[in-house]
Nanobody
Framework: QVHLEESGGASVQAGGSLTLSCAAS????????MGWFRQAPGKEREGVAG????????GYAGSVKGRFTISQDNAKNTVYLHMNRLKPEDTAMYYC?????????????????WGQGTQVTVST
């Protein structure tokens, strides 16, 4: 049973920074995609960043590229989302997800396991 637990969400002012953490347990070796998604009130869930844990290759949504960085600590079985220059439009519930890559890629469809989410609120 894969268990993902997010932490680090908070209320910050625009321009600030936050780091979210996702601690994974019970994760089989085959779950080599780890990702962050977010959902704002009244909006669909969207992919924010993902990492192929085999070679550390990562990808980002256009809205966060250059501001957010996804990283992993294999020893701690933890994935991080470092968020800089936060904007009010980054306000959302952020979810960690895990899945098995397809052909070395991590499209949003591969994510089968989800955490409960952590809230990020960015104020002006």
């Amino acid at each position: 049973q894969v268990h993902l637990e997010e932490s680090g969400g908070a209320s910050v002012q625009a321009g600030g920074s936050l780091t979210l953490s996702c601690a994974a347990s019970g994760r089989p070796y085959s779950t080599n995609c780890m990702g962050w998604f977010r959902q704002a009130p009244g909006k669909e869930r969207e992919g924010v960043a993902g990492i192929y844990t085999v070679n550390n290759r990562s990808g980002y949504a256009g809205s966060v590229k250059g501001r957010f960085t996804i990283s992993q600590d294999n020893a701690k079985n933890t994935v991080y989302l470092h968020m800089n220059r936060l904007k009010p439009e980054d306000t959302a519930m952020y979810y960690c997800a895990a899945g098995e890559a397809r052909g070395g890629s991590c499209p949003k469809e591969v994510y089968d396991y989800w955490g409960q989410g952590t809230q990020v609120t960015v104020s002006t």
